[in-house]
């Protein structure tokens, strides 16, 4: 079994896999007369065909050390997650290799913080910390198959 430790999300750590989802230092733009910041264009919704679509997932919480010991990943579209509540979660991803998963990364999301993962990224399931937690997702709809699962060997995620 193998095991890995959690690390702090950085844009720069999360590139090869998408982008954050979270207000920039500093607003592109003020909006609403001058009430609202716009944060513009985090990220893109990639997808071949279909549609993009907006959901709403809740998830159980998992509590550390967790055994992470299925991947997934959707060929067809990114795939954007932004919690809706205010605590942490986890996020499980991994490089491609040849086809399946490589080595898995483990990533504190901080609360208020999302992710976008590019289309055929390899990524655990959706696993908030200690407290079952909302989110909405925001990914591709449409005809092809867009959902690819791995059992893969047990790895352990530690704090």
Same mark, same amino acid.
């Given at each position: 079994?193998?095991?890995?430790?959690?690390?702090?999300?950085?844009?720069?750590?999360?590139? /090869?896999?998408?982008?954050?989802?979270?207000?920039?230092?500093?607003?592109?733009?003020?909006?609403?007369?001058?009430?609202?910041?716009r944060?513009?264009?985090?990220?893109?919704?990639?997808?071949?065909?279909?549609?993009?679509?907006?959901?709403?997932?809740?998830?159980?919480?998992?509590?550390?050390?967790?055994?992470?010991?299925?991947?997934?990943?959707?060929?067809?579209?990114?795939?954007?997650?932004?919690?809706?509540?205010?605590?942490?979660?986890?996020?499980?991803?991994?490089?491609?290799?040849?086809?399946?998963?490589?080595?898995?990364?483990?990533?504190?999301v /901080?609360?208020?913080?999302?992710?976008?993962?590019?289309?055929?990224?390899?990524?655990?399931?959706?696993?908030?910390?200690?407290?079952?937690?909302?989110?909405?997702?925001?990914?591709?709809?449409?005809?092809?198959?867009?959902?690819?699962?791995?059992?893969?060997?047990?790895?352990t995620?530690?704090?």
């Amino acid at each position: 079994m193998t095991t890995i430790r959690i690390q702090p999300i950085t844009a720069e750590a999360f590139a /090869p896999y998408g982008e954050l989802l979270c207000a920039r230092p500093a607003p592109d733009k003020m909006i609403n007369q001058g009430r609202c910041e716009r944060h513009h264009a985090l990220a893109t919704v990639q997808r071949s065909g279909g549609e993009a679509i907006i959901s709403l997932f809740r998830s159980e919480p998992v509590s550390l050390p967790y055994d992470c010991v299925l991947l997934e990943r959707h060929p067809l579209g990114s795939q954007a997650f932004m919690p809706l509540g205010p605590d942490p979660w986890l996020s499980v991803v991994a490089p491609d290799d040849d086809g399946m998963p490589g080595a898995p990364l483990a990533f504190l999301v /901080p609360a208020g913080m999302g992710v976008n993962l590019r289309a055929g990224i390899w990524h655990g399931v959706l696993t908030p910390l200690d407290h079952a937690a909302d989110f909405l997702v925001i990914d591709r709809e449409g005809e092809g198959v867009n959902l690819e699962e791995v059992l893969i060997p047990a790895v352990t995620i530690t704090a």
